[in-house]
């Protein structure tokens, strides 16, 4: 690992910044809500604050004694939340760039750590198995959910406050209510530990990221798995959806780093239900569709009316699924392809390579 932290523009043309300062593997990135400041956590017990410019000043913050695993910023941007392999969760005040408090319950490795919307929680996910709820006015564990069958690897808020989903190394996804502390939802649908997990800002999906290579996104509305993402050769360590959730972006072991466009605003929740298969049996590959407009029909209509409204409301949305599906496969092959030529291309260096040093010899 290079301890570089790199920042894109999406937009083309524009140049990309490479800020260096760490002195060991960068673990975790995360944005202000301002977008005034970028904050990476490193192997090297460090955090930094960086201003996202041509200079790329940063601030260190001699946070940890072990490796820091999470940085994250409060809703307001005021305060910074780390969690590292020494057994701790600390508190910064970012303008003041001073050291708050610490949480200490964990008896292992802190994997992550979040605020609560409303910033008066926070989440902490550990390799102790647990996953702790605390409060941070009192600084006190409010509760430890104990139902990991493996090391909790990831936490994050629901954006409505009023939930968690937390990731593990069982190959699950769970999600728990913070005020009654009981289970709402679980995901056993990965073949390996998921690594990470981030809501979309509706509330309505959650997507997660895999050892076994893929993405998973789930439709918490139906509690189902709806589609399954194929992009990375390796496992998948890290995804988060954009502040808008018009986008999310992916990284993988394979050093790729995959921005992907979401189809989600569209999405008839009552049209998604009432077309369901009489047999009961769902797609999981089903993407998102846009909205059929054929919800809101008028009760005043005959039963034979609405019958054959249904007809071409149904076609619609079909269509729309496949055109979907496609959309997908397209940037799969667009994918594949960018890979086979970066493969073409070293295949050519390595076999130039080997034709320079069979004739110097």
């Not at 690897?153 to 406050?161: R, V």
């Not at 997990?197 to 509305?221: E, Q, R, V």
Request: include cysteine.
């Amino acid at each position: 690992m290079d301890a570089c932290v790199m920042i894109w523009n999406t937009r083309p043309q524009m140049r990309s910044y490479r800020f260096e300062g760490h002195k060991d593997a960068v673990t975790c990135v995360q944005f202000s809500p301002s977008g005034h400041l970028l904050a990476s956590a490193s192997r090297d017990k460090t955090v930094r604050l960086w201003v996202p410019s041509v200079k790329g000043d940063s601030t260190v913050f001699r946070a940890h004694t072990g490796t820091v695993r999470s940085v994250s910023f409060s809703s307001d941007g005021q305060t910074l939340l780390t969690a590292s392999d020494d057994k701790s969760i600390k508190v910064w005040s970012v303008h003041r760039q001073k050291f708050l408090f610490s949480l200490n319950q964990h008896i292992n490795w802190v994997r992550c750590a979040r605020f609560s919307p409303d910033g008066r929680l926070v989440v902490s996910s550990s390799d102790d198995k647990t996953v702790k709820l605390w409060d941070k006015n009192s600084r006190e564990c409010i509760h430890s959910f104990c139902d990991h069958g493996g090391y909790a690897t990831h936490a994050d808020f629901h954006p409505s406050g009023t939930c968690i989903a937390a990731a593990g190394s069982d190959n699950t996804v769970k999600l728990w209510d913070v005020r009654t502390h009981k289970l709402l939802q679980h995901y056993p649908v990965h073949s390996a530990p998921v690594n990470s997990l981030s809501f979309h800002p509706s509330g309505n999906y959650l997507i997660t990221a895999s050892s076994d290579s893929t993405l998973k996104i789930l439709d918490l509305l139906e509690g189902r798995l709806l589609y399954t993402l194929h992009g990375h050769q390796g496992p998948a360590s890290c995804v988060a959806f954009s502040r808008t959730g018009h986008f999310f972006a992916s990284g993988g072991a394979d050093e790729q780093v995959m921005l992907w466009r979401t189809n989600f605003d569209g999405v008839d929740h009552s049209e998604v239900l009432q077309q369901k298969p009489a047999s009961g049996h769902s797609s999981d590959t089903q993407p998102p569709a846009q909205e059929s407009g054929a919800g809101g029909q008028s009760s005043q209509k005959s039963p034979g009316a609405g019958q054959q409204d249904s007809v071409p409301a149904a076609l619609a949305s079909t269509l729309q699924h496949i055109v979907g599906q496609l959309d997908v496969l397209t940037q799969t092959v667009a994918i594949l392809e960018q890979r086979l030529t970066l493969t073409e291309d070293k295949l050519k260096e390595c076999m130039e390579m080997q034709r320079q040093s069979v004739s110097e010899n």
